[in-house]
């Protein structure tokens, strides 16, 4: 069984800076994609950044320039640095992450639980 879970998000002002960190743990093989999602109050959930097991990471549009995702391998922990934080950018924030448990067992996706950022005016 593999857990996800998030931590560092809370109240900011509009301007301000967060870092979202996600720990896998668990019987974990090797940690492959590690995605940031959000979801804001009625809309769907979005992908924020995704950052492979090599390093290559892309963004949305919406957070190009201020958010910057990375990752400990070591640690099997991904982070997601917030900068210049809009009061849009108010969601709660989702890890997700391809797990394979052993070199035998196909990769599954997993999910945190989430953490909630809000960004004030």
């Known amino acids: 069984q593999v857990q996800l879970v998030e931590s560092g998000g809370g109240l900011v002002q509009a301007g301000g800076s967060l870092r979202l960190s996600c720990v896998a743990s668990?019987?974990?093989?090797?940690?492959?994609?590690i995605g940031w999602y959000r979801q804001a109050p009625g809309k769907q959930r979005e992908l924020v950044a995704i950052i492979s097991g090599g390093g290559i990471t892309n963004y949305s549009d919406a957070v190009k320039g201020r958010f910057t995702i990375s990752r400990d391998n070591a640690k099997n922990t991904g982070y997601l640095q917030m900068n210049s934080l809009k009061p849009e950018d108010t969601a709660v924030y989702y890890c997700?992450?391809?797990?394979?448990?052993?070199?035998?067992?196909?990769?599954?996706?997993?999910w945190g639980r989430g953490t909630q950022v809000t960004v004030s005016s």
């Open positions: 668990g019987s974990i093989f090797i940690v492959n994609d």
């Open positions: 997700n992450a391809g797990v394979l448990t052993s070199r035998y067992i196909s990769e599954r996706s997993y």
